[in-house]
């Protein structure tokens, strides 16, 4: 079915009641998936068979279309480019332009691997002696993705500390190189075009402050991109430059060099489970029918509360501390991805496409805005995720605790509690018309969707199998929307006009700039005098 008539079809299907939906097993056998270390349950929700029939059937191009991504056809068409980050994980040879590209990843692989070691063991060293601290400077996928999951994987961590500089605010160099020792550090360079400006403005800062203590800070500079040439001219040893091609996108690229970082922090051997977790998934998503195929049904939910019940925003909220950076790498991943405005034909897209995503771990959540997500008008669709186990086994009683705070919530947002009961709570306090004021203020709605991911541990394995579960997610509302969630022409504009108001915060003529930029401009430079 065509997308968009799907969408006005389903709506007459909004408004079941999901406790009333959860009375039925079979319904509920549908909307929960398990997969490898994974268990999914979606049935939380006001989806009902016949809804989720309707979304699986406007799914119809998502296979061939998956197909073609992961064989190495050009799926990104206003860039011209193959999109294979899923190669990066590979073991089959996938054909770009008439060439395997197995062989060159497996190459890098083995690099980065070789690298990593050395690091680790001291092989390589720097003027000061062993390495103790890296630093990556990056931004966007050249940062979020290793600085996401390098916390994920702290229990895993053996190697030397692992620093992330990504913000041009000289605070966050700043801040960063107060502990470091400069003969101690590696500054890995991290960035896809290697033009990005504030990596390029944070990496000369790096080089300038190395400069000040060693005899050769080159020697201590690593680079990861896919313009090998520019790394050069900053003077980076080809040594130790990793490259990759430009069918990774950024967002999607740390399972390549973008992941060095990461494997020096963990160990090539937990850095090969990860990718084979994120491989895990990949082969369930080309496998499995789109009904049983868990990112399929991740984003058939997710179109259902975003085009169907028009709820603007979707909360990811992991009851997993270390998964703290999940929803910032999310919100790259799903919003640059899927932020669009046009078709892939360059159409105006009838209605919205990705919504906005946010959310930060639980319990904290629940002390701070969960109050609006159980109370506030708009419904806020809730992912929940869990482990069975932490990494902290003498501290148990804890995960326990966050267990139960994980499963209560997605209740809670279920049942809601009525004015009878408000009522019923507080009656030995208050009586008559200050009775029904109070209890009202009780009253929770319920009937509020939510999701729940759950399992064993955060692994490696286990992280690479999420992360693999949210691309391939985006990829499949991407497709239904028709449009192409990789490339993101949307950040061109503010790029182009902060290069134009370079000379303007230096005091250059700002008369062409509207009236409010000028008057804030104005107020900033009258302060630095
Ligand atoms: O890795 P690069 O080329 O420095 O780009 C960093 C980030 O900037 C963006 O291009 C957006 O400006 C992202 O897509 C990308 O992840």
């Known amino acids: 079915m065509e997308f968009w008539t799907g969408i006005e079809t389903l709506k007459a299907h909004r408004g079941a009641r ?47 279309r998956r197909d073609a991504m992961l064989t190495g056809a050009p799926i990104n068409e206003t860039e011209g480019r193959a999109v294979l980050h899923t190669a990066l994980r590979g073991e089959a040879p996938v054909m770009v332009d008439g060439q395997d590209v197995m062989p060159g990843v497996r ?33 966007g996928g050249s940062d979020l993705g290793p600085a996401m999951a390098t916390l994920a994987l702290a229990p895993y961590h053996d190697g030397p500390r692992c620093h992330f500089v990504s913000n041009v605010d000289g605070a966050d160099w700043a801040e960063t190189a107060k502990s470091l020792d400069p003969g101690t550090t590696l500054v890995i360079v991290a960035s896809k075009t290697f033009t990005t400006i504030e990596t390029m403005t944070n990496a000369q800062t790096a080089r300038d402050w190395m400069a000040g203590a060693v005899d050769d800070p080159a020697a201590q500079f690593a680079a990861l991109s896919s313009a090998v040439e520019k790394t050069s001219e900053f003077g980076i040893d080809p040594s130790r430059v990793f490259g990759f091609e430009d069918w990774v996108g950024g967002r ?15 160990g090539p051997g937990d850095f090969d489970a990860f990718l084979r977790g994120a491989r895990e998934m990949d082969t369930h998503f080309r496998e499995a029918p789109l009904d049983r195929n868990m990112p399929a049904l991740l984003a058939l939910v997710g179109i259902w509360h975003h085009q169907v019940c028009g709820l ?51 319990t904290n959540g629940q002390h701070a805005f969960y109050q609006l997500i159980h109370q506030g008008r708009t419904p806020v669709p809730c992912e929940f995720m869990v482990a069975a186990e932490g990494h902290e086994p003498e501290l148990d009683h804890h995960q326990r605790l966050l267990m139960a705070n994980c499963l209560a919530q997605s209740e809670a947002l279920l049942k809601g509690r009525d004015l009878a009961e408000a009522k ?59 449009i192409n969630s990789f490339d993101q022409w949307g950040v061109e504009l503010g790029k182009e006009l902060a290069t134009s108001l370079g000379p303007l915060v230096e005091g250059a003529d700002a008369s062409g700039k509207d009236a409010s930029t000028r008057a804030l401009l104005d107020r900033l430079l009258g302060w630095r005098g």
Not at 116 to 128: C, E, L, M, T
Not at 253 to 266: D, K, N
Not at 322 to 346: C, D, F, H, I, W
């Open 18 to 64: 999901i406790g009333e939906l959860l009375k039925d097993d079979k319904r509920n056998a549908c909307l929960r998936l398990e997969i490898g270390p994974f268990l999914f349950d979606a049935s939380k929700t006001a989806l009902t068979v016949n809804a989720l029939e309707t979304l699986v059937s406007m799914a119809e191009t998502v296979p061939a």
């Open 312 to 362: 603007p925003t979707r909360a990811v909220l992991p009851y997993d501390n270390r998964l703290a950076r999940l929803p910032a790498y999310l919100q790259q991943l799903e919003m640059e991805s899927n932020g669009k405005g046009v078709t892939m034909a360059g159409e105006t897209l009838p209605g919205p496409a990705g919504p906005v995503v946010w959310g930060e771990p639980g």
């Open 424 to 482: 019923a709570k507080i009656a030995g306090k208050f009586d008559g018309a200050e009775l029904e004021r109070q209890a009202a203020h009780r009253v929770f709605e319920g009937n509020r969707p939510s999701t729940t991911l759950v399992y064993p541990k955060l692994t490696p394995a286990v992280l690479g199998g999420i992360v693999a579960l949210y691309e391939h997610r985006v990829f499949v509302e991407g497709v239904m929307l028709g």
């Open 107 to 139: 190459d890098t692989l083995e690099r980065m691997r070789g690298f990593a070691q050395d690091v680790r063991s001291g092989a390589f060293a720097g003027q000061g002696g062993r390495i103790t601290d890296v630093v990556n400077i990056g931004i």
């Open 252 to 266: 999607y690229s740390m399972w390549g060099p973008i992941g060095l970082s990461l494997m020096i922090a963990i």
